[in-house]
T-cell receptor, first 116, second 117 residues
């Protein structure tokens, strides 16, 4: 595809439900990032993949958050037992290279999660 | 830890005029990258401009330019000849460059720019 896509665009969950958010990066991009953007705030880093390897998950707020990228392309962010504080826009970004190269991160449109 | 501060929550500019958005950051690193991203109401972030810290020359992209002051840790964005399509949330972002680490972006809280016709 031409850009990063994410699905669903909107998700409403009842507190305690599990949700799965999908990210399709630009084809061939090695690096994939997940960010969380609370209302009125800038995005905050959650986790990073280089191909299928999750090299950094330091931003995941709790063990209820889990991400995977099993074949080095599509990634899924899963949130178990959702809480109201999980309500946010979840952004996915991909970049062509990895490591020290200063290449551009391309962002998807995000998934707006609302937990009731 | 690195931080990015945008002290202007909202700004307004008349169409065709010039506006400057401020950004300061805090880091002990000498090599890093700075970015300005635009987030229109559709919420897809778009890269506006980037600056490598080792470059003294300020980056320019058409109507967008930066004033990078490394010693002052300041990175402002100037938008010339403002257009209605420039209306958006603008985020300043920092990325370290220390080899092998995650190239994660650290964002400020954003400045909402309104363009008045």
């Amino acid at each position: 595809g031409a850009g990063v896509s994410q699905s669903p665009r909107y998700k409403v969950a009842k507190r305690g439900q599990d949700v799965a958010l999908r990210c399709d990066p630009i084809s061939g991009h090695v690096s994939l990032f997940w960010y969380q953007q609370a209302l009125g705030q800038g995005p905050e880093f959650l986790t990073y993949f280089q191909n299928e390897a999750q090299l950094d998950k330091s931003g995941l707020p709790s063990d209820r958050f889990f991400a995977e990228r099993p074949e080095g392309s599509v990634s899924t962010l899963k949130i178990q037992r959702t809480q109201q504080e999980d309500s946010a826009v979840y952004l996915c970004a991909s970049s062509l290279l990895a490591g020290v190269e200063a290449d551009t991160q391309y962002f998807g449109p995000g998934t707006r999660l609302t937990v009731l | 830890a690195q931080t990015v501060t945008q002290s202007q929550p909202e700004m307004s500019v008349q169409e065709a005029e010039t506006v400057t958005l401020s950004c300061t950051y805090d880091t002990s690193e000498s090599d890093y990258y700075l970015f300005w991203y635009k987030q229109p109401p559709s919420r897809q972030m778009i890269l506006v401009i980037r600056q490598e810290a080792y470059k003294q020359q300020n980056a320019t992209e058409n109507r967008f330019s930066v004033n990078f002051q490394k010693a002052a840790k300041s990175f402002s964005l100037k938008i010339s000849d403002s257009q209605l399509g420039d209306a958006a949330m603008y985020f300043c972002a920092y990325r370290p460059d220390y080899g092998g680490a995650t190239n994660k972006l650290i964002f400020g809280t954003g400045t909402l720019l309104a363009v008045q016709p």
